[in-house]
């Protein structure tokens, strides 16, 4: 079940492809981003800021970052709710055009089955990036509601037993009393 996130799917994606992925809302806000190969030195808003100052009205282009070229494809994910952008950057001969869509699809498909409100900038999305190790999402999102969460130590998650509120409201107080 932790392991059913985009941030996975963008990883399996990322060594299947060899490219580095990043994944946006439309604003270019970066929800979750990949390098490839994992171990290279990966900043996921200036490789967009680069891409984009250098960018055309095509899917694809090259664009270069630290003194390398990159092929950059740009693909809009429009069937989620808000619609994101996955761009793929990969070093030497772009990807087939066939095997970004694929991609495209795969990250849709995820998104929709596991993350139906990945780019939606609530709590609850924080507490889920938390749980769910996505830390990309996490620091965006602890930006957004001015929260330190190198700072948390301890986190309690707490769910209804079949739904009984009540016996719910007694367990903590008495956990809160404690």
């Keep these: 079940e932790y392991q059913r996130s985009i941030d996975t799917v963008l990883k399996m994606l990322s060594d299947q492809i060899h490219a580095s992925a990043v ?16 171990t290279q030195d990966f900043e996921p808003e200036l490789l967009i800021g680069n891409a984009l100052s250098q960018s055309t009205k ?13 092929k950059v494809t740009r693909m809009l994910i429009d069937e989620c709710r808000p619609p994101m952008l996955l761009y793929l950057f990969k070093e030497g001969e772009p990807l087939p055009e066939n ?3 694929q991609c495209c699809e795969i990250v849709r498909l995820a998104a929709n089955l596991w993350s139906k409100d990945h780019a939606q900038v609530v709590i609850s999305e924080l507490v889920r990036a ?20 190198a700072s948390i130590h301890t986190m309690w998650v707490v769910r209804f037993v079949d739904g009984n509120r009540e016996e719910f409201l007694q367990c903590s107080v008495h956990c809160a009393k404690t």
């Excluded at 994944?23 to 994992?38: E, F, I």
């Excluded at 190790?133 to 929260?147: G, N, Q, V, Y």
């Design 58 to 70: 095509e899917e694809t282009w090259e664009c270069t970052v630290h003194d390398r070229q990159m």
């Design 99 to 101: 095997v970004a869509r």
């Design 130 to 149: 938390i749980l769910k190790d996505e830390p990309i999402k996490m620091r965006r999102l602890a930006d957004i509601f001015h929260i330190d969460v």
């Design 23 to 38: 994944l946006t809302d439309r604003s270019g806000r970066v929800l979750n981003a990949v390098a490839w190969p994992r």
